[in-house]
């Protein structure tokens, strides 16, 4: 067991109008279902925790994985006083008190956990205001965030804090806590003996997406509609008619989704990439930028090796301005399909990357004489476009021994079309002309 065993105090209010989800919040490590990555038994936080030995902290995670709830616990086992302040409501004023406040306390000797919700809203000043109080101990900083923290914190204040992941909650773990909440007397449902099945709990806990404040919410809900006290099917359909996905369509679910449907679709896996689409969709994101972003998969990933892929892009982007919702999105699904079981290449994409390259480090080469216009006499005279083959009249259609690149990048490839698609035949006619040139301009 802990070294020191959290007080009460904390957690000594009145539960009476509490909604389900803060009275069953856990008064200890024990209580808090899932985290077992970082709360298991033998884990570095857990044991820091239960020594007392506590140190400023990120909360790193979706909402309803247990932020606050182990902010508290912070406080709770290193015996210091507790003060919170959200980032969406407050300023730098409130900031500025209850680092005042913290002052009064350390002079007293006594520490204080001050928890930041919402941390990446506040700006660069804000957040540093924390550091020299972080850095001279007199507060134990707990910040949370559902936002990336590289991205979105100080990097001044991620060298004074300890990141810590937190993930969604397991649908067993969920399904754990409803149960704990239904049989417990003292703060759950258990004086109402509520009959709810196991596969009832089960529904309840995937309805609630990780989120376990959302599933004891949902579990709140039923119980108020229960006829007889049995939670049945018709009670819960009531309460799950209208639940959400979790999703920002802002911030780091945003990028790791759309992530996913490129990679889905780049790895040729028309199943993943069909449900990271309707899972965006689903999560209210723009159907014009699942489009746009498609039309680029299929120019960098399918390129020449089926051109077609840029024509159904456009196609399936003007199909959704047409039609609208939610028609227009199965254009969306149909294209994400047809990418995914496409043949694949990026050479086109690699060899346009490498032309630039190469332009910023040769600077500005001349256009070799015999390929530039010259349109008057004065032109002409300084040999401008002499000895210029006209292509179409030499043998084959090609003249073969005629240098187009400029002279210091002569032999440069840019261009190596892949063995699949389209471009496999590319690939064939690319060679053929390339070992002829080279046998041309060997025999000059």
């Not at 105090?9 to 069953?24: H, I, N, Q, T, Y």
């Not at 930028?289 to 680029?296: D, G, I, Q, S």
């Not at 050479?347 to 216009?373: C, F, W």
């Not at 079309?417 to 000059?444: C, F, I, N, T, W």
Request: glycine share 8%.
């Amino acid at each position: 067991m802990s070294k020191l065993s959290p007080s009460p105090g904390l957690f000594a209010e009145s539960d009476e109008l509490k909604p389900l989800a803060e009275r069953m919040r856990p008064r200890s490590l024990d209580e808090i279902v899932g985290q077992q990555r970082v709360l298991a038994p033998g884990k570095a936080l857990r044991r820091a925790l239960e020594a007392g030995r506590v140190h400023s902290m990120v909360l790193w995670g979706p909402p309803g994985c247990g932020k606050t709830t182990l902010a508290l616990l912070v406080a709770r086992y290193a015996d210091a006083d507790f003060r919170a302040i959200s980032a969406v409501l407050s300023g730098l004023p409130e900031v500025r008190k209850a680092l005042a406040e913290a002052e009064g306390n350390f002079a007293q000797g006594r520490r204080t956990v001050l928890f930041v919700d919402e941390v990446h809203r506040f700006n660069k000043a804000q957040q540093d205001a924390f550091l020299p109080h972080i850095e001279k101990g007199i507060i134990i900083f707990v910040g949370a965030t559902t936002e990336n923290p590289s991205f979105e914190l100080n990097s001044a204040l991620l060298s004074r804090c300890r990141v810590h992941v937190l993930e969604s909650v397991s649908v067993e773990d969920i399904v754990a806590a409803l149960k704990r909440a239904l049989a417990d007397k003292e703060r759950g449902l258990g004086d109402e003996q509520l009959q709810v099945a196991d596969a009832s709990l089960q529904l309840i806990a995937r309805a609630a997406d990780g989120d376990v404040r959302r599933g004891l919410t949902l579990l709140e809900i039923a119980a108020e509609l229960a006829h007889d006290g049995v939670i049945d099917d018709a009670t819960l359909e009531q309460v799950l008619a209208d639940r959400t996905r979790r999703f920002d369509k802002g911030g780091e679910q945003f990028y790791d989704q759309i992530s996913a449907l490129h990679k889905s679709v780049r790895s040729s896996d028309p199943d993943a990439a069909l449900y990271w689409l309707c899972r965006m969709l689903d999560g209210g994101v723009d159907p014009l930028y699942l489009a746009r972003r498609m039309t680029r998969m299929a120019v960098e990933d399918v390129g020449l090796a089926e051109p077609r892929a840029w024509r159904m892009a456009l196609d399936a982007w003007d199909t959704y301005e047409r039609l609208g919702s939610p028609e227009g999105e199965l254009g969306l699904a149909q294209l994400a399909i047809w990418l995914a079981i496409a043949p694949k290449s990026n050479a086109a994409y690699k060899a346009y990357n490498q032309a630039r390259a190469v332009i910023r480090e040769s600077g500005t080469l001349d256009v070799p004489m015999h390929l530039r216009n010259a349109p008057t006499k004065l032109m002409k005279g300084l040999g401008y476009g002499k000895g210029y083959q006209y292509d179409h009249d030499a043998e084959g259609g090609v003249a073969l021994d005629q240098q187009c690149l400029p002279d210091a990048l002569e032999g440069t490839v840019f261009y190596e079309p892949v063995e699949r698609g389209l471009e496999l035949k590319l690939r064939e006619k690319l060679l053929s002309l390339r070992e002829a040139r080279r046998q041309a301009r060997d025999r000059k």
